[in-house]
Antibody, heavy 122, light 107 residues
Framework: QVQLQESGPGLVKPSETLSLTCAVS????????WNWIRQSPGRGLEWIGY???????HYNPSFESRVTILVDTSKNQFSLKLTSVTAADTAVYYC????????????????WGKGTTVTVSS | DIHLTQSPSSLSASVGDRVTITCRTS??????LAWFQQKPGKAPKSLIF???SLQSGVPSKFSGSGSGTDFTLTINYVQAEDFATYYC?????????FGGGTKVEIK
């Protein structure tokens, strides 16, 4: 059974870059879409973007100027970088997998990581 | 972006009750809707995709219905472990978007 585990600094200074990694275990990173989603009391659940195993990406326009999501298939992991962070980026960050039904173009979230709390503060 | 409105935002129920939560989307999303359950301090858990298909391992007391813009999550014979916050989410159009959540509390 596939499991996802986020890792990275829990504290980031304003204007710096937030960097997180999601390790995928119990399954291959191929043939799925891999997402970053965050949750905060004020903004609820927000989808940040995804990366496919090929490296192709799709970002939420709300984050597009600041976000990079990369995949490393050799390590079975993917990563998030969010630049120029502010206090508004304080949240729990989740990685999540999207799967799909055979012959269906649309991908649904089926597996979540446990989440990691990131606080932006000086 | 597609906006999702859940109602109610919270409800109280007794063990054994049937609970119904509604999710309305701002445009037609066919049946590309998912439901998640989240307990305090935990990650969301996937319950339903395709509006009505249960994720593997999810008990049949959970059911989903609807298409287009109006969707429903029903929990039959709610038990203590079902008290949580429930979210709907559309995956028809990017960016993926979520409802604001419905908190199900014990009466």
């Amino acid at each position: 059974q596939v499991q996802l585990q986020e890792s990275g600094p829990g504290l980031v200074k304003p204007s710096e870059t937030l960097s997180l990694t999601c390790a995928v275990s119990g399954g291959s990173i191929s043939q799925f879409y891999w997402n970053w989603i965050r949750q905060s009391p004020g903004r609820g659940l927000e989808w940040i973007g995804y990366v496919y195993a090929s490296g192709s990406t799709h970002y939420n326009p709300s984050f597009e100027s600041r976000v990079t999501i990369l995949v490393d298939t050799s390590k079975n992991q993917f990563s998030l970088k969010l630049t120029s962070v502010t206090a508004a980026d304080t949240a729990v960050y989740y990685c999540a997998r999207q799967d799909h039904r055979p012959r269906d173009y649309y991908y649904y979230i089926d597996v979540w990581g446990k989440g990691t709390t990131v606080t932006v503060s000086s | 972006d597609i906006h999702l409105t859940q109602s109610p935002s919270s409800l109280s129920a007794s063990v054994g009750d049937r609970v119904t939560i509604t999710c309305r989307t701002s445009q037609d999303i066919k049946n590309y809707l998912a439901w998640f359950q989240q307990k305090p301090g935990k990650a969301p858990k996937s319950l339903i995709f395709g509006a009505s298909s249960l994720q593997s391992g999810v008990p049949s007391k959970f059911s989903g219905s609807g298409s287009g813009t109006d969707f429903t999550l029903t929990i039959n014979y709610v038990q203590a472990e079902d008290f949580a916050t429930y979210y709907c989410q559309q995956y028809y159009i990017y960016p993926l978007t979520f409802g604001g959540g419905t908190k199900v509390e014990i009466k």
